[in-house]
């Protein structure tokens, strides 16, 4: 199949399989069964090709939307490109979302389709069906528990690929003329932006944007060369995952998908890929867990581990500082890898990383060097679902706090606020049917992002906070960043989530932080501290002690204005299915400031406890009531 | 689905010495049900449950299994002939891994002496790879891949549960006793377990005998249900019924003495 241009995914993706397809290679690998089971390059091309036929025999047409809600797994893939082959727009959802919120996704995007995982997404589907009137079919590719369903409006994968063979004897060649008549400029994904504000607005990514961002990418950090495989389990409703993933699918990387969301850490050190993306969260809660493991184990291990860092570190810190470690530091730092690091990243799975990324949220500046440390080059990027990637630290030259240099592909420049706004290549298409957001968002050309930031004399972009989320300090005009100090407290690892507030009538900064349950309460039971839940836990004394410790520890790397001087923790997990954290695990702060503003105020008076009475919602839908008092701490 | 009658019990009596522990109880299981056996602390349902797969021998009674006679038999023959349980008090092998446990149910149709099977050579491999295909089944269907390696002493009570339903899964049973599979349970992991049970009677045609305390439970999912009051059969038909049933009440709250 030869077509005039290369411009869509379905395209591409026909165009790569010919390249691949004689060396019988590995497309996808999906760990099922306890096995990792492979994918060739055929076996891919026939599920998208029969699949998508199938779809246009139910009467899916081109331009219509495809809402697909699943955990990452080959299926997800080849339904979007079967979407796409017929000339369908794909809508990613969230597994995790509420029956109301894909109502909400279904009906902004106008989705004819629904392509669902398992019982447990169908079920959702099933609550809003009635309430969705254009939704014709649902399409489930998990078939455990569904046996016995009896809604007309359900199909397997396996009934549509039959239709779809089917199809291909009455329609022969049907597939391979739908496919040609895609276009470059039309619209391949909604990709719904996470909605820190108002509602979420679905940013069209054309079948361009898609195809550019991922190859262009794969050319500035040569991932063809240097890797072969990559481990996809960021969600595929999110940009990043769409230009990764189906990145390295173009590029002919075998994706590999994890058993299950919890085996996740497991499967990786199975894996061990050349190619690999954490959220900013991650690679956190991974040197969380080191941290916490290291704690547990026995004096020598400590030993070595304690003072095989420091060398570690120690090299780290020359490096970013673009000098070279003394030969003496270089044969330290040589046995530490023999008898410390190259264990420890095999647990990690990161023995054959060649290229790390991270994204989407502040990193602190000592997760990069605590990676760096164990060889592994952490790239925190700068990247929009809008504009795609923006800026990318270049090989070598990690540096805390840096987004690294734009791509050749894009353009930044400072407003006189200091917002940061972007050119690119590959911009979005403007926001579905909502114009006027679009305008507010694109102005001659630039992208407004948003986000507050600063260029350095040599070029690396450095992304300090939201425009909206600096906050007035004091009453004098200042300004200061939360989330600054916000990722510095996450680094501790009996810190889950802090928000960080400045008074208004002071220069006082204050924080209210969600314990970590994990690690504290193994903190407590080394150290024989009783306890019954969350709420005990945190307000225990010799908690807040521990946790008034780390704050100081941290208060020392931060600019001494912004220092916390008063703290309490929170009563309860920060928890997203109140609204306290969006999907993505922010923390929603405006939501947050207003539920517990009367804690807040009780931090900068001059009071020692504050008696609360929360609501909150349990897992089952239940709600219940939490009365207790909070403790007012002071850092001296 | 068929529905003919794949458990039969008739009569049966059991005593302890001077106590009765089952008088006289009679009932059927036919394929594909749920049939629920309720009844207030010390009514027999475990007695029952222990007669059925042999642990105790009723003094009186018959009860087939598939038109075979179970009375006499010892437990591990009867587990042979497709008969499983689960226990009200987990027992599992708690210093080894769940994956471990689901192997040492295969155990009972395994081929191979011990002898063949601790050199792992030829068709003892081959027949232990076949086994692990089939727990792995076990694992996707229970939704347990990520405590795959985990030792079960260390597991949360809810899971360990699941391991144990797991290990009578292996025994690819035409039959499955749950004591009290939901005791001790919160919310979520007794909604969990619920679709397990119901999964199992969908995906593999067999009937279960649930003996349950929740009555929720009991009426959302049993087809059937029994009640047992000191060792007597007091009520039988849909929960419904049975929840209003006058004598039930009685057994459950204490009867008047004046009416």
């Given amino acids: ?636 | 689905m068929n529905h003919e009658t794949v458990l039969e019990i008739e009569n049966l009596s059991l005593n302890f010495g001077g106590i009765k522990a089952l008088h006289d109880v009679s009932l059927t299981v036919k394929n594909g049900e749920i049939l629920a056996i309720i009844g207030p602390n010390g009514a027999g349902k475990s007695s029952l449950l222990n007669c059925i797969n042999g642990f105790y021998k009723p003094q009186a009674g018959k009860i087939r299994f598939n038109g075979i006679d179970l009375t006499g038999l010892s437990p591990h023959k009867i587990a042979k002939l497709g008969l499983a349980r689960t226990f009200q008090n987990i027992e599992l092998y708690s210093g080894l891994t769940a994956l471990e446990n689901l192997m040492a149910g295969t155990h009972i149709h395994m081929k191979r002496g011990a002898l063949a099977g601790m050199l792992f050579f030829g068709p003892a491999k081959k027949e232990e790879i076949k086994f692990r295909k089939k727990i792995e089944k076990i694992i996707d269907f229970l939704e347990i891949e990520a405590i795959r390696h985990e030792q079960v002493g260390s597991l949360a009570y809810g899971l360990r549960k699941r391991v144990e339903l797991g290990r009578a899964l292996t025994l690819e049973p035409k039959i499955l006793l749950l004591d009290e599979p939901m005791a001790g349970m919160n919310m979520d992991e007794k909604g969990d377990m619920a679709r397990f049970i119901i999964d199992v009677v969908e995906l593999n045609q067999i009937p279960i005998v649930l003996v349950e305390h929740d009555m929720d439970v009991v009426m959302d999912i049993s087809d059937r249900a029994v009640v047992l009051d000191f060792g007597l059969k007091i009520a039988e038909g849909l929960p419904k019924d049975v929840y209003t049933n006058s004598k039930v009440i009685e057994a459950y709250l204490g009867g008047n003495e004046d009416e």
Avoid at chain 1, 153 to 163: A, D, G, H
Avoid at chain 1, 293 to 298: E, G, L, N, Q, V
Avoid at chain 1, 317 to 325: E, G, Q, R, Y
Avoid at chain 1, 380 to 409: H, M, N, Q
């Fill in chain 1, 1 to 636: 199949m030869v077509f005039s241009s290369y411009d869509t995914m379905p395209k591409c993706f026909l165009k790569t399989y010919q390249e691949v397809h004689a060396k019988k290679k590995i497309a996808m690998r999906v760990k099922d069964e306890g096995i990792w089971q492979p994918y060739t390059w055929y076996d891919c091309l026939q599920k998208v090709k029969f699949l998508s036929l199938g779809l246009a025999s139910l009467g899916f047409m081109r331009g219509e939307k495809a809402v697909i809600i699943g955990e990452n797994k080959p299926e997800w893939y080849w339904a979007e490109l079967a979407v796409q082959s017929a000339g369908g727009v794909v809508v990613g959802v969230f597994t995790d979302c509420i029956p109301s919120e894909v109502k909400y996704y279904i009906l902004d995007s106008e989705a004819t389709l629904v392509i669902a995982h398992d019982q447990e997404q169908v079920d959702k589907i099933i609550e809003i069906k009635e309430e969705v009137p254009n939704l014709r079919q649902v399409i489930y590719w998990d078939e455990k528990g569904l046996w016995n369903y009896e809604e007309k409006y359900l199909y397997s994968f396996e009934t549509v690929f039959e239709l779809g063979i089917k199809f291909e004897k009455e329609n022969p060649d049907s597939f391979e003329k739908s496919v040609a008549a895609g276009n470059g400029s039309d619209i391949a994904v909604l990709c719904y932006t996470s909605g820190t504000t108002g509602n979420p607005k679905g940013a069209m990514l054309s079948h361009q944007w898609l195809v550019g961002s991922g190859m262009s990418l794969a050319e500035l950090d040569k991932w063809k060369e240097e890797c072969k495989g990559y481990l996809s389990f960021i969600p595929p409703a999110w940009a990043t995952e769409q230009c990764l993933g189906f990145g390295c699918l173009l590029s002919g990387i075998e994706i590999n998908f994890p058993e299950e969301p919890e085996t996740v850490q497991q499967n990786v050190r199975e894996i061990g890929p050349e190619l690999l993306f954490y959220s900013a969260r991650l690679w956190e809660s991974v040197s969380r867990t080191i941290q916490a493991k290291m704690a547990d184990s026995s004096r020598l291990r400590r030993f070595i581990y304690r003072n095989g860092m420091r060398i570690a570190l120690r090299v780290a810190d020359t490096k970013m500082l673009n000098n070279s470690p003394g030969p003496l530091l270089k044969i330290g730092y040589w046995l530490v890898f023999q008898t410390l690091l190259r264990q420890l990243r095999d647990r990690l799975g990161l023995s054959n990383v060649a290229v790390a990324y991270s994204a989407g949220g502040a990193l602190s500046p000592e997760i990069i060097k605590y990676f760096l440390a164990m060889q592994v080059e952490v790239k925190l990027f700068y990247g929009l679902t809008e504009a795609g990637i923006i800026s990318i630290p270049p090989k070598g030259d990690i540096r805390p706090e840096s987004s690294g240099v734009p791509t050749p592909w894009a353009k930044i420049k400072l407003s006189e606020e200091g917002e940061i706004l972007v050119k690119s290549k590959y911009l979005f298409s403007g926001y579905y049917n909502k114009p006027e957001a679009t305008e507010k968002k694109l102005r001659n050309g630039w992208f407004h992002t948003e986000d507050f930031g600063h260029i350095t004399d040599d070029g690396h972009l450095i992304v300090i906070d939201r425009m909206q989320d600096m906050k007035p300090l004091g009453n004098k005009g200042k300004k200061f960043s939360p989330q600054y100090i916000e990722v510095r407290l996450r680094f501790s690892p009996f810190i889950k989530d802090a928000l960080v507030i400045g008074a208004k009538d002071s220069e006082n900064v204050g924080g209210l932080i969600n314990i970590d349950l994990d690690n504290t309460g193994r903190f407590a039971e080394s150290n024989g501290i009783p306890y019954t839940t969350f709420t005990d836990l945190s307000q225990r004394p010799e908690i807040i002690e521990l946790i008034a410790q780390e704050i100081k520890a941290i208060n020392k790397t931060v600019p001494g204005e912004f220092r916390l001087k008063k703290f309490a923790n929170f009563h309860k997990e920060l928890d997203a299915d109140e609204a306290e954290l969006t999907r993505t695990r922010k923390i929603r702060r405006d939501y947050v400031e207003g539920r517990y503003g009367d804690i807040i105020n009780a931090l900068f008076e001059n009071r020692k406890t504050h008696s609360v009475e929360t609501k909150i919602t349990y897992r089952d839908g239940k709600e219940g009531v939490i009365k207790t008092n909070i403790h007012i701490n002071s850092i001296i």
